[in-house]
């Protein structure tokens, strides 16, 4: 299977690096183009995969064409693309709220798998929800999930609705982990803390808590339990949270992530 990655950004070429380390491709089998000069050359110099910038020379070729492009550039990339696209080439797209029927009424192709990834897949613990249109088979779906497991875990979600709310969790999600970061690094920091020790406090505090919740069955209300001493300084601190709709407030920015990826979905 030949596979091209058609943006070269955070996502893209974190997904063709990780393709291109697995061995379920070689070098040969895995194309990438970008429409930036300078990330032309920078990606010249990586040298495990075959760099294109022009459309006509690399989408002939492809099995598999993964769109890793920001959502407001696809139409125009679609235009350009459904002349060179032939029936039985696999599009793969991670971009937020592009709908699998934009992607085969833009590109001509009925084959389609919509997948959200995260972040993290840049260092292997990436998460990526997926779903696949009818025409795909069983067997390239299998394919198509041991790329995605390059990066991390994959989910099958039985509609595209669970893509555009795993948008609002896990794709969006670590933005939301680095703004409690950054929120109690900030507070370290007003305390007396140095940068350095801000940052070390609360790493570890993240690292810990997350490694907890992995290696047990409690739910993390049972751990805030176990953190939190009667009339103590956690319960002052939680007490503070649910006194100011944190638990709320987070929600609902979980939702307005989910409702704009719907929203981008029908922008054009
Ligand atoms: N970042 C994240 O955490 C996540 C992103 N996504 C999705 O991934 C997609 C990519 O996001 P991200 O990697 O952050 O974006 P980036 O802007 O970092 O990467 C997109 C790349 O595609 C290039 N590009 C734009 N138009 C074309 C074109 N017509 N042909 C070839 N290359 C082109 C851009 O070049 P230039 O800069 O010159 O425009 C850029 O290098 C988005 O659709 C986003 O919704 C999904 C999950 C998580
Ligand atoms: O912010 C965005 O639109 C993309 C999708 C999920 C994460 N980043």
């Not at 696809?74 to 693309?81: C, G, R």
């Not at 696209?85 to 592009?98: C, H, L």
């Not at 989910?155 to 948008?167: G, P, R």
């Not at 370290?188 to 570890?204: E, Q």
Request: proline share 3%; charged share 20%.
């Amino acid at each position: 299977m030949k596979v091209l990655v058609i943006g070269a950004g955070n996502m893209g070429l974190i997904y063709a690096q990780a393709m291109s380390k697995s061995k379920l491709l070689n070098k040969r089998n895995l194309m990438i183009l970008d429409n930036s000069p300078e990330k032309l050359q920078s990606l010249k110099k990586i040298s495990q995969f075959d760099v294109y910038d022009r459309l006509e020379d690399c989408v002939p070729l492809a099995d598999l064409i993964f769109f890793a492009v920001k959502p407001y550039h696809s139409e125009d990339l679609f235009q350009k693309i459904k002349p060179l696209a032939k029936q039985g080439q696999i599009a793969i797209s991670i971009m937020a709220g592009v709908t699998i029927a934009t992607l085969q009424e833009g590109l001509g192709l009925q084959k389609v798998v919509r997948a959200m990834p995260n972040l993290p897949a840049q260092v292997g613990k990436g998460v990526t929800s997926y779903t696949a249109s009818d025409a795909v088979s069983r067997i390239e779906l299998l394919t198509i999930e041991n790329l995605l497991d390059t990066t991390g875990k994959s989910l099958k979600v039985s509609s595209e609705k669970y893509i555009d709310a795993s948008t609002g969790i896990s794709g969006s999600g670590p933005a939301y982990v680095f703004y409690f970061m950054q929120s109690m690094m900030e507070a370290a920091l007003k305390m007396g803390f140095s940068a350095n020790d801000s940052k070390l406090l609360v790493s570890h505090t993240f690292e810990g808590a997350v490694e907890l919740f992995n290696q047990s069955d409690l739910s993390p209300n049972k751990w805030m339990e176990k953190v939190a001493s009667k009339g103590g300084t956690t319960r002052a601190a939680l007490d503070s949270m649910e006194d100011n709709n944190v638990k709320e407030l987070i929600k609902e920015a979980a939702y307005a992530a989910f409702n704009r990826a719907i929203e981008l979905g029908k922008e054009k």
